[in-house]
């Protein structure tokens, strides 16, 4: 036997038993490579990620020793809207820096 109530309102039925998931958040990953300068990550881990400038440098050591890191755990709409401005002002500005998206 069904245990949700439902409730009629003109024309549209409605469930009070509704539960809506949570997103499953998704790391935005920067990647090493040997063009891009240590500075401008930094400044790409300040601006577009804000983090404060020592977090920044120590998220950029890790990509440089590591060749990767995480820059941020967001939503995947937030994710991508993050991974699009950083491949956009790294190209404005001449870098090949990397940067995806990955599902935790």
Known sequence: MDNTRKEYEGDVVTDDDISAKK??????????????PMDFVVEILETVFHHSPNRAVELMEAVHHRGKAVAGTYSFEIAETKVAETTSQARQNGYPLRCTIEQT
Do not use: G, S
């Open 23 to 36: 997103p499953n958040p998704c790391n935005v990953i920067l990647h090493n490579d040997h063009f891009t």
